[in-house]
């Protein structure tokens, strides 16, 4: 599955974005957070959407796979008194923490946030040298042990897939190269060796390194993976009339999405050369036209927005169905426990 990820190849990659909540007031739109309701935030982060919600009177479950985030939150936690729970985990398992009666709101802002890209030790960006790691939950294969151990043809494949890198099958050849002398080590390490073999040019607007930077994060993050399995668990979890929100900032996240919203939309399919397929109840309406975008003003004030697109639906009364990875079309890819060895 390739995309067009030139508008979606976030600032983040490169260098610091001070951590502003993206479309907020358009996620509180969609969310209609107030008192008496239960709205989960599978990516909290630092807490912006969290504490929108619960100055608009809901009450928040809140959950990161980042240590970092949880031990950062706990503070909001006690200044809320009860009315907002943290929790360490992957929001695909969100519906584990679902009240018995369900959730009146899901949201999720999707990709890597801006506390993750100044800490250097984190290894996201090339602009901060530090160990190429990249892990969101500071566990598993990391982005080195991915660039040291795979195979040429599966790196080939992770950045060309996952940050339609032009230039793959030359960059995966000489990390081939590079690493039988020394193993890379240091993101300024593999942004060096992937603009020599890619020198930048004048007309660039990003750095050569952005788009192996952003697969390998993809990649090591299982975050398309995560994602989906994230959708169907919200389908799950919310009560009919809740409220999913999703907010993603390029084009593999949101066509995951949109795809979702799609099937679920409970229309039925066919073509003039197929049979017409027998429409399925919806399980979600849509909220408002579709896919919002930021304004001129918002991208102007805060960069990481200017690729930022929101999608939301209400759950119905219609049961939910039974997950199927099948309808994204993910790439196959070689696994992370194969890499991780």
């Known amino acids: 599955m390739a995309a067009n990820l030139g508008e979606g190849l976030s600032d983040a990659n490169g260098g610091s974005v001070r951590h502003i909540p993206v479309l907020l007031d358009c996620v509180l739109k969609a969310l209609e957070p107030q008192a008496g309701k239960v709205i989960l935030d599978g990516t909290f982060g630092a807490g912006g959407y969290t504490r929108a919600i619960l100055d608009a009177g809901a009450d928040v479950i809140a959950l990161d796979r980042d240590p970092n985030a949880i031990a950062g939150g706990q503070s909001m936690v006690d200044e809320f008194n009860g ?13 584990d923490f679902a009240p018995g009666g369900g959730l009146d709101g899901v949201v999720l802002d999707i990709g890597v946030s801006s506390m993750q890209i100044d800490e250097a030790e984190r290894g996201f960006s090339f602009q901060r040298n530090g160990p190429l790691d990249m892990r969101m939950s500071s566990s598993g294969v990391s982005a080195a042990d991915v660039v040291n151990r795979a195979k040429v043809s599966d790196l080939i494949r992770i950045f060309g897939f996952l940050g339609e890198e032009k230039h793959s099958g030359r960059i995966a050849r000489a990390i081939e190269k590079r ?3 020394e193993p890379f080590q240091t993101t300024r390490d593999l942004a060096n060796l992937i603009e020599t073999v890619n020198p930048r040019k004048a007309k660039d607007k990003i750095h050569p390194a952005t788009r ?11 975050e398309l993976g995560e994602l989906a399995r994230a959708l169907f668990a919200a389908e799950q979890a919310l009560k009919p009339g809740g409220r ?3 907010v993603t900032f390029h084009s593999l996240e949101d066509r995951i999405v949109k795809k979702f919203f799609s099937e679920r ?14 429409a399925r109840k919806a399980t979600f309406e849509p909220v408002g036209k579709g896919m919002v975008a930021a304004s001129e003003e918002e991208a ?15 759950r119905t009364m219609a049961p939910p169905e039974k997950p ?3 309808i994204f079309d993910l790439p196959d890819l070689a696994t992370l426990e194969k890499i991780g060895g």
């Open 300 to 314: 102007e004030l805060n960069p990481r927005a200017r690729s930022a697109k929101l999608r939301a639906g209400i």
């Open 324 to 326: 199927d990875m099948a």
């Open 212 to 222: 192996v930077f952003q697969a390998l994060r993809i990649f090591v993050n299982d």
């Open 244 to 246: 999913l929100v999703v």
């Open 265 to 278: 939309a409970g229309k039925a399919s066919g073509s003039r050369h197929l049979p017409m397929v027998e």
């Open 179 to 181: 690493r039988l002398s």
């Open 83 to 95: 009315r907002l729970t943290l929790n360490h985990t992957e929001f695909s398992a969100l519906a």
